[in-house]
């Protein structure tokens, strides 16, 4: 069994990296890899079925990607359901994070988070697909996963997959889908400039900023007032944003905020104390293209916040660079 396991945790961190681009919850996608675990083990015990196992890297991808398209489809439901806009669970790293340990996503996931089209825009766009799509772009767009091996995953043709994965590449790249593709240094250069315009007040300075059809999408999952629906276009976007930092000015003790690293890309954790004496937490996923602002993901529903380090007083509003 420790040499089971010791197989197993090789394989790990790249296992929770497909789960969490499938399902855009990491809770959920340690529960489906947990699953891989379960199944895995029960695999080995049978001969029968260990016979199968000819690659192990390649039968655990299949395995917690059949698991995942089982909890995409179910998904469905639950999020027709859910209160208010519906955005991921972030991944929070510190700015100056070296090579990742956590385990979640080592090479070549870290690699795969910090390509064109990622992080907190390239989820929301995948909300969009069907679940035999999203599984289609994930394992081949994202991990390289051949057409033959997803055909199995999603029992249909090679053509098929071929297909679903195809559709999934039209709507990540159409017209209307939040788009990022700044590299680190320009990503910095527009955040920072961002939050010079959002403290200045200016609204014509701000807007200057924000791409034409630029969307605001906030998640507090019912437990904070958001807008139920996505704020599109510069200026208006421009306007809730300068309208919520003026309030946020007036909660007890001020706003709090660091940057950091959002699903691999810039991004801002804010906090502040709320009216009614709650701590309201914040994750600011940005994405930019052209040298503009496209996306502000604003999330937080304190559920999907759970674990993250709190603010100090050092962490202070406008955020140090």
Not at 88 to 100: F, K, T
Not at 218 to 230: N, T, V
Request: hydrophobic share 45%; charged share 25%; proline share 7%.
């Amino acid at each position: 069994m420790r040499d089971l396991a010791t197989e197993f945790e090789a394989e790990r961190g790249r296992l929770l990296a497909v789960a969490h681009r499938m399902l855009g919850s990491r809770s959920e996608a340690e529960d489906a890899v947990q699953e891989t675990w379960l199944r895995y083990a029960a695999a080995l015990a049978d001969p029968a079925a260990r016979a199968e196992i000819r690659q192990l890297g390649a039968w655990l991808t299949t395995t917690c990607a059949r698991i995942c398209l089982d909890v995409l489809r179910s998904a469905r439901v639950r999020r027709e359901a859910y209160p208010g806009q519906w955005l991921p669970e972030p991944v929070v790293a510190p700015l100056d994070q070296g090579p990742r340990t956590d385990g979640f996503a080592p090479d070549p996931a870290e690699r795969a988070v910090r390509a064109d089209q990622v992080g907190t825009a390239l989820m929301v766009v995948l909300e969009r697909l069907a679940p035999e799509q999203r599984v289609a772009f994930v394992l081949h767009d994202v991990f390289a996963v051949p057409f033959s091996r997803i055909a199995e995953v999603l029992g249909t043709t090679d053509v098929a997959a071929r297909q679903l994965a195809s559709r999934a590449r039209r709507a990540v790249h159409a017209p209307d889908a939040p788009r990022h593709t700044a590299d680190p240094v320009e990503q910095r250069r527009v955040v920072a400039a961002f939050v010079a315009a959002v403290e200045s007040g200016e609204l014509d300075a701000l807007v200057r900023l924000l791409a034409p059809d630029v969307v605001l999408i906030g998640d507090s999952g019912g437990h904070f007032p958001a807008a139920r629906r996505p704020v599109t276009g510069a200026d208006s976007v421009a306007r809730l944003l300068l309208g919520l930092f003026g309030q946020a000015g007036r909660y007890t003790g001020g706003l709090r905020a660091r940057p950091v690293l959002v699903d691999g890309v810039l991004g801002l954790q804010l906090e502040a104390s709320h009216s009614d004496g709650r701590t309201l937490r914040v994750v600011a996923a940005v994405a930019v293209d052209g040298g503009r602002v496209t996306g502000v993901f604003h999330q937080l529903n304190p559920e999907k916040l759970r674990g993250l380090a709190p603010l100090t007083a050092e962490d202070v509003w406008p955020p140090r660079w």
